[in-house]
């Protein structure tokens, strides 16, 4: 069924080769995704994974502001007052995860343009992606803490390939990384200013893609090496978490959660963006917290099957006894910014609440058949 939320094209190339195309085309949300959005970007994909002409796909977002600034958080909320329970949530979360998986094992390179906002579930289209280019608009963050979630669609497979502390600590402080500091820390393969997107366009129109995948991404990278893009990147803000690694690093050298925010909230630096973080975890779910604590604890001993199945199980968790409902209706819905959470701290949160979380939610995982 055609979506309007979604522009789809097929760009012809040389030997009769072809490149597939989506643009998340909700800009009024930020490019948020909607669950006939994650169902028809599945689909697409599935069609085009068959298709012998489509040797690459791309995936962008319309308007300036943003690539995708996560999931359709107020249907998530109607969902969680609703007297049937979560059921759209949990159809949601599914599929979303299931959409991101299929994206990370695609057998042909998917290439996202991350220009703009880049957050939750636009986060895990980016995670997944093959190749990953930002813009000197970039702005990417893991939020949730602020809502009652946790940094999901993946994330947690993530946080291993960060240098030593900074998942933990931009998890929990909710803290903005731009396109410097993300090409510094790996989460994106290369840098395109804005305004010469139309020309990158064109100029991938012109080659001649292949069959192999590798050889592909070697085109593409050959192509943003061009001196005429890398002039344009020297002029991209400066990042902030190179120079500032070592502070973030002590702050979370600690086996202990309630250590490590006490380091953070007592640091004393005079600096917005440090400012910024301390009062996003002062504000934040201090369940949230705890959760993800949990994430850190198991980054580096699941598969990303077993990632996706844990994290579905916690989202799901979430949606029927945690923060997320009272997070959504304080700073989305009556946006009062008061949440009233669980508990008022995160030193009394209590293990046996935080067990409930990690409770198998069903008999069966959904996501067990991966």
């Known amino acids: ?8 094209k097929i760009l012809k190339c040389q030997n009769d080769t072809e490149i597939g195309h989506i643009t998340l085309n909700s800009p009024e949300t930020l490019n948020s995704l ?3 959005m994650v169902n028809e970007i599945s689909d697409l994909l599935d069609q085009w994974e068959a298709d012998p002409k489509i ?4 995936i962008s977002g319309a308007g300036e502001k943003a690539f995708c600034a996560g999931g359709d958080i107020r249907a998530l909320y109607e969902s969680m007052c609703s007297s049937e329970g979560p059921i759209f949530a949990e159809t949601f979360f599914e599929s979303e995860y299931r959409l991101d998986y299929k994206i990370h094992n695609f057998s042909k390179p998917i290439i996202s343009i991350l220009d703009g906002i ?4 636009g986060a895990g289209l980016m995670f997944a992606s093959t190749y990953k280019i930002a813009t000197e608009r970039t702005r990417f963050a893991m939020p949730e803490i602020g809502v009652g979630l946790f940094p999901d669609v993946g994330f947690t497979s993530v946080i291993k390939d960060l240098p030593k502390g900074l998942g933990l600590y931009i998890m929990l402080t909710a803290s903005q990384l731009n396109a410097s500091d993300m090409r510094f820390c790996n989460l994106v393969d290369s840098c395109l200013s804005y305004t010469k997107m139309q020309d990158f366009l064109l100029d991938i129109l012109e080659l001649a893609w292949q069959d192999d995948v590798d050889e592909n991404l070697a085109l593409l990278d050959s192509i943003l090496k061009r001196s005429s893009y890398l002039k344009e990147i020297e002029n991209f803000p400066s990042g902030k978490v190179e120079g500032e690694l070592e502070k973030i690093q002590s702050m979370t050298n600690e086996d202990n959660l309630i250590k490590i925010v006490d380091n ?17 975890l002062r504000k934040g779910s201090p369940t949230s917290a705890h959760l993800i604590w949990l994430q850190h604890l198991n980054s580096s001993n699941l598969s990303l099957k077993e990632v996706f199945n844990f994290e579905l199980n916690l989202a799901i968790q979430i949606t029927r006894i945690g923060d997320f409902k009272e997070g959504i209706r304080a700073l989305i819905i009556d946006k009062d910014n008061k949440p009233k959470w669980k508990y008022d701290s995160i030193k009394n949160v209590q ?16 996501l067990e058949d991966l």
């Open 118 to 121: 880049v957050m939750g579930g």
């Open 34 to 36: 909607t669950l006939n």
């Open 351 to 366: 293990q046996a609440w935080i067990d409930k979380h990690t409770d198998l939610a069903w008999e069966i995982n959904p």
């Open 1 to 8: 069924m055609p979506n309007d939320q979604l522009i789809v």
């Open 55 to 58: 040797k690459m796909i791309l």
């Open 264 to 280: 953070i909230m007592s640091h004393a630096i005079e600096d917005e963006w440090f400012t910024r973080g301390k009062e996003s």
